[in-house]
């Protein structure tokens, strides 16, 4: 409880204690950083969408899935189940390309939403919709580029187990 009280007093404490349980669970520097610049760039959205009329909850998760399906061709539900989550968070989940291209879906909306000023949900949508496709249309691009996909199945205890046995190889290496 002291703990919740002084983070009221010094929000950094929270960012610190993120940073801290990131840490722990064995993500990469790297992946952090782009996490927690997710969550600014998520809330740059929400905060668009509450300008124009587009309620918390249920909206919010509607235009969610528009942008998800938009670049990833997957709802977001059947990303979960794609990567074998059930519960947990699903941009914890994701690789770092996978969360880039989700913040450029994501900031790409923002950015269309605050120049056509859509009013509430159903213009928003169609501004989804559209966000969503400029991370599709870079996706493809690196694809193309790679000749592999970049959407993967591997969840967090996956993705952290290949910088574990990275990791390992090296001091192995070492010695």
Do not use: C
């Not at 950094?12 to 669970?25: G, S």
């Not at 046995?165 to 192995?172: A, K, M, S, W």
């Amino acid at each position: 409880g002291k703990e919740r009280i002084d983070e009221t007093i010094d929000p950094e404490l929270v960012i610190d204690r993120a940073l801290e349980t990131y840490q722990k669970k064995g993500y990469s520097e790297e992946w952090i950083h782009q996490r927690i610049l997710a969550i600014r760039v998520r809330n740059a959205l929400t905060d668009e969408w509450d300008k124009h009329g587009v309620e918390k909850g249920r909206e919010y998760a509607i235009l969610t899935d528009e942008i998800s399906k938009a670049w990833s061709g997957m709802r977001t539900r059947e990303y979960k189940n794609f990567k074998g989550l059930t519960k947990e968070n699903l941009r914890d989940n994701m690789s770092t390309t996978e969360l880039i291209l989700n913040m450029l879906a994501e900031t790409s909306t923002k950015d269309i939403s605050k120049e056509e000023k859509p009013e509430g949900f159903s213009e928003s949508m169609e501004i989804a919709k559209r966000g969503g496709n400029v991370a599709k249309i870079a996706r493809q691009a690196l694809e193309t580029e790679t000749g592999k996909s970049v959407i993967t199945s591997k969840n967090a205890t996956e993705l952290n187990q290949v910088v574990v046995d990275l990791i390992e190889g090296i001091v192995e290496n070492e010695e």
